[in-house]
Nanobody, 122 residues
Framework: QVQLVESGGGLVQAGGSLRLSCAAS????????MGWFRQAPGKEREFVAR??????YYADSVKGRFTISRDNAKNTVYLQMNSLKPEDTAVYYC?????????????????WGQGTQVTVSS
């Protein structure tokens, strides 16, 4: 089992940057596939990024602006967000599942953090 805690959210102007962190508990963190998702008010939770250890995958809406990375030594996954837009405003969640390949569907993830709010002003 793994517990996830996100941090790094906040209020930023359009065009700015934020780096989200997701710290995981447990000694088998490297065995878990990780992903980032977000949920805007009144909308469904959606995929943002996932990292397989070999390749990274992004939603079309964030491609070229967001970067997912992972540090197994620190049990942490990061989401670097650049060139932020008002439509990026959402609660951002990291998620984990005990498998080697990170799925795209949120329904396949077993563990979730509490989320961190990102607000981008225009």
């Amino acid at each position: 089992q793994v517990q996830l805690v996100e941090s790094g959210g906040g209020l930023v102007q359009a065009g700015g940057s934020l780096r989200l962190s997701c710290a995981a508990s447990g000694r088998t963190f490297s065995s878990y596939a990780m992903g980032w998702f977000r949920q805007a008010p009144g909308k469904e939770r959606e995929f943002v990024a996932r990292w397989s250890g070999i390749s990274t995958y992004y939603a079309d809406s964030v491609k070229g602006r967001f970067t997912i990375s992972r540090d197994n030594a620190k049990n942490t996954v990061y989401l670097q967000m650049n060139s932020l837009k008002p439509e990026d405003t959402a609660v951002y969640y990291c998620a984990a599942v005990l498998r080697s390949w990170p799925p795209r569907s949120l329904h396949e993830y077993d563990y979730w953090g509490q989320g961190t709010q990102v607000t981008v002003s225009s």
